[in-house]
C-alpha cells in the first residue's frame, strides 16, 4: 500500500521542479483530469494520457474538461497554477501556494511599491529591459508611458510590413474575440497565453500579482507588468507569423507557437531572473525558491527572531 494516493509523501519545498524549469503551460479540452500518484491523467476517447504534476507551470482548462478533487489537490501542492479558460482562453481564476517558502520577493516587491520613487525606478527598469537602446533615466511616469506606446505603434507597423500582414490598428472587444481580424485575434491570444506564464511564475516566486509598478488599481497588476516585458520579442511577433499563414483558427494556432517560443527561449526561466532583479538589491541571495520552510518573529529594529519560543520576559 506504500505506493497509494493517500499514503505517498506530499512533496517537500525542496523537491518540487524549480519555476524556471517547468513547462510553461499545458493546455486540456474535453477530457476528464484526475491523479494517480504524484501525475494528473487525461481521459477521453483516445485514451489516457500521464503529466507529471510538478514540472507544469500553469495547467488550462478548456472547454469540456471535467477535474476531481484529488487532481486539484496535488496541483496545489506543486504550486502549479490552474486556469479555467475558455476557447480563446481569456480567464485565469485560480492558483495553487507558492513555490517559495520565504517572504524576500513579497517584501522587497511591497517595500519597492510602497515608495514612489523606488517604483518609478523599477518601472523604469522595465522600460529599459523592453528597449536597451533607449535611456529612461530621467523620463517621468508620462514620459515613459509616451515613448512605450509610440515604441509598441512602431513595433506593429514593422511587423506588418515582415509579413505583409496589413495593420489596422489595435482593436478588441472584452467577450468578443471573433470581432477581430486575423493579426487581432493573434495579438489577444498571444497576450493572454503570456499573462497565465507570467501569472505562474509571480505565483510561484510568492510575490503579489496585484502590486504593480506600471500598471495599478487591478488584481493582476504586477502580471500584466511582467507579460509586458515580453510582448515586443514573442507575443507581437507570433501572432504575426500565425495571421500570415492564414485567417482559420489563429487564436489556436497561437498559442501553439507561444508555447513553442517560449520553450525554445528559455523563458520562464528568464521570467524568474527579470523578476529577481527588479525587485531585489544588486548582489542579494537571489536563491529564494530554495529558501527554508522558516517562519520568524519581527523585533525592534527590524531583527527577526524565532517563531514558537515564548518570549514572556522583555528583553
Known amino acids: ?47 489516457v494520457r500521464y503529466i507529471p504534476a510538478a ?27 490552474v486556469v479555467w479558460v475558455g476557447e480563446h482562453g481569456v480567464r485565469y481564476y485560480a492558483g495553487g501556494r507558492a513555490l517559495s517558502r ?59 510590413a515582415r509579413t505583409g500582414v496589413p495593420w489596422r490598428g489595435r482593436q478588441f472587444t472584452p467577450g468578443d474575440f471573433a470581432s477581430g481580424d486575423a493579426p487581432n485575434q493573434g495579438v489577444t491570444a498571444a497576450a493572454q497565453c503570456l499573462y497565465g506564464v507570467a501569472h505562474a511564475v509571480v505565483a510561484a516566486l510568492g510575490c503579489s500579482p496585484a502590486l504593480g509598478f506600471v500598471h495599478s488599481g487591478h488584481e493582476l497588476s504586477f502580471v500584466l507588468d511582467i507579460a509586458d516585458l515580453y510582448k515586443t520579442e514573442i507575443g ?3 501572432a504575426f507569423d500565425m495571421a500570415a499563414e492564414g485567417s482559420d483558427e489563429v487564436g489556436a494556432r497561437t498559442r501553439r507557437e507561444i508555447r513553442d517560443r517560449i520553450n525554445r527561449l528559455g523563458l ?48
Not at 478548456?62 to 504550486?79: K, N
Not at 514612489?116 to 514620459?143: K, S
Open 268 to 315: 520562464l526561466d528568464r521570467c524568474v531572473d527579470d523578476i529577481k532583479s527588479l525587485l531585489l538589491p544588486e548582489g542579494a541571495d537571489t536563491e529564494v525558491e530554495d529558501a527554508p520552510d522558516r517562519v520568524g518573529l519581527q523585533t525592534d529594529g527590524g531583527v527577526d527572531v524565532e517563531s514558537g519560543v515564548n518570549y514572556g520576559v522583555i528583553w
Open 236 to 238: 507581437i511577433p507570433a
Open 1 to 47: 500500500m506504500a505506493g497509494t494516493i493517500g499514503t505517498r509523501p506530499t512533496l517537500t519545498p525542496r523537491e518540487l521542479t524549480r519555476a524556471g524549469d517547468r513547462l510553461s503551460f499545458v493546455y486540456l479540452e474535453r477530457c476528464t483530469i484526475h491523479r494517480e500518484h504524484n501525475a494528473i491523467t487525461a481521459e477521453d476517447g483516445d485514451g
Open 55 to 81: 514540472t507544469i507551470g500553469t495547467l488550462l482548462l478548456g472547454p469540456g474538461t471535467r477535474v476531481t478533487h484529488q487532481a486539484i489537490s496535488v496541483l496545489g501542492e506543486c504550486g502549479a497554477g
Open 102 to 160: 520565504s517572504a524576500a520577493l513579497a517584501e522587497a516587491q511591497a517595500t519597492a511599491w510602497a515608495n514612489r520613487r523606488a517604483r518609478l525606478d523599477v518601472a523604469r527598469a522595465m522600460y529599459r529591459m523592453r528597449f536597451p537602446d533607449e535611456d529612461p533615466a530621467e523620463a517621468t511616469r508620462r514620459r515613459l508611458l509616451g515613448m512605450e506606446g509610440q515604441r509598441v505603434k512602431e513595433f506593429y507597423r514593422k511587423e506588418s
